[in-house]
């Protein structure tokens, strides 16, 4: 099996590779403390060795539970925020077809969300879409407080008690929380509802290779074998042992601190294949919430293209020169299309007559990357072989090493998030939550 692989040549320039060879002993030093759990943040490292460690038996539970919401539901919710949803989004998006909710015959039951917002249409609009369907719940958060899904989940669970009954309904329900504590493990208890545990040790951004991710991505029809086998993979190649220079992961985290140094505050995730959009949003998340402390961090920030060459296209070109670029590149995508003839011609396109669209994308792609390298926006590619679970999987496991070891390099504990809790605070003050003033 091939692996992802970094570029950074059209990083360099503003950097020197010398500089980013330089922090070797830095990069080499915040692997250590990973890996021997000296850092801060240590008791928030379970992550780590995660897809080694997972069992064969924790896998065929994942998946004996999925197929029995599969056999039962036409529709399944995932109830969940942040950590506890964007992992399942970007792979379920990622691999499975886009269109194929609207298939009558379609193998799969269709996945959706609630309880990462709360609009008030949304769940409007989502339960009138329920009626009269077969569906099931995945409730996931790790706190078992978190207002959204809380909030969401006891709409829903009712509309379900409703439609099928108390016992049916409990059938169709599954939570995925913490061992213990929580309002969830609390009210999972007490329902009888079967229940998956994420571990104490591995943080919401960091538990999509946990029954968080893997129970709604088993429910999609993805095989999840293959996604943390990939992870296994990266976790590997990413190793203490690994040098630096082998060590894609450490020249990740060091060209973006290198870049950050110099001035380069905000990190654009690029992709040029639409269905990546959610790796992107996953990504932000890792990387914001990680990072993003002490008045310190690049801002990660994402772009489709080509479609957002046509609208944000101008400001990478030409705005403040404080940007640089992440692309994701895929090699090879699954399914082939050609450009027909047209006698007429009328659309001018028949140059590209016999090509695939992706020859026209791959273009489009080197065309972004010199005009955008010209203009002053440091470039790193990330390239995938194809969007598969075993390349997804390598890729998350890639960007939480990355994201652990450069949280470490720019002197923060990448593994807490204080700052959540500010909005929290006041929103409870304002809806009068016993205990709580503004
Ligand atoms: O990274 C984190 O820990 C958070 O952003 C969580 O993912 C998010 O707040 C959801 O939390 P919970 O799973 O406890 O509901």
Redesign the pocket.
């Known amino acids: 099996m091939n692996s992802i692989s970094l570029t950074i040549d059209k990083a360099l320039g503003i950097v020197t590779k010398e500089q980013v060879y330089a922090q070797e002993n830095k990069a080499t030093e915040c692997i250590r403390q990973l890996h021997q759990g000296t850092g801060a943040g240590n008791d928030f490292l379970g992550w780590l060795r995660l897809p080694s460690s997972i069992t064969n038996e924790a896998l065929a539970a994942i998946e004996n539970t999925a197929g029995a919401l599969r056999r039962k539901c036409e529709v399944v919710v995932v109830t ?5 949803y ?1 992992g399942a989004k970007a792979t379920i998006d990622a691999l499975n077809n886009s269109f194929d909710w609207l298939e009558k015959d379609r193998q799969n039951p269709v996945i959706v969300y609630a ?1 990462h917002n709360i609009g008030e249409d949304y769940l409007y609009e989502l339960s009138e879409m329920l009626e009269g369907k077969q569906f099931g719940i995945i409730n ?7 207002t ?3 909030l969401a989940f006891r709409i829903l669970k009712k509309q379900l008690e409703e439609a099928v009954g108390k016992d049916e309904a409990r059938q169709r329900i599954v939570a995925v ?2 061992a213990r504590k ?1 309002a ?1 493990r609390t009210l999972a208890d007490q329902e009888g509802y079967q229940t998956f545990v ?1 571990p104490d040790n591995v ?5 999509v290779l946990t029954p ?1 991710g893997l129970l709604p991505i088993a429910v999609a029809g993805v095989n999840i074998r293959e996604l943390v086998s990939g992870a296994a993979f990266m976790e590997k190649a990413t190793g203490e042992g690994v040098p630096f220079r082998e060590n894609i992961a450490s020249i990740y985290a060091a060209v973006r601190n290198e870049l950050y140094k110099s001035g380069k505050k905000i990190e654009l995730l690029a992709n040029f294949h639409p269905k990546l959009h959610y790796i992107a949003e996953w990504w932000k ?2 990387y914001g ?1 990680s990072e993003g402390k002490a008045h310190k961090g690049v801002f990660p920030a994402s772009v489709d293209l080509t479609t957002d060459l046509h609208s944000m296209g101008q400001w990478i070109q030409e705005g403040e020169r404080s940007i640089f670029e992440t692309v994701i590149s895929v090699e090879t995508p699954a399914h082939k299309v050609i450009v027909p003839t047209d006698e007429a011609n009328l659309d001018g396109l028949n140059y590209l007559a016999g090509k695939r669209v992706d020859e026209v994308n791959k273009m489009a792609e080197l065309g972004t990357l010199l005009a955008h390298v010209d203009g002053g926006v440091p470039n790193i590619k990330i390239t995938l072989p194809e969007v598969s679970p075993y390349y997804i999987g390598q890729l998350f496991y890639f960007f939480e090493k990355a994201c652990g070891i450069s949280g470490y390099m720019l002197e923060v504990n990448p593994f807490d ?1 204080p700052g ?1 809790e500010a909005y929290k605070k006041n929103m409870f003050a304002l809806l009068k939550k016993p205990g709580y003033v503004i």
Do not use: C, H, M, N
């Not at 969940?80 to 506890?84: A, T």
């Not at 943080?203 to 538990?207: H, I, L, M, V």
């Open positions: 969940g925020i942040g950590g506890s964007l309880g996931i958060s790790k706190s078992g407080t978190t959204e899904p809380a929380t913490d929580g969830l994420i943080g919401g951004r960091f538990s968080v998340q890792l919430e998030q959540v």
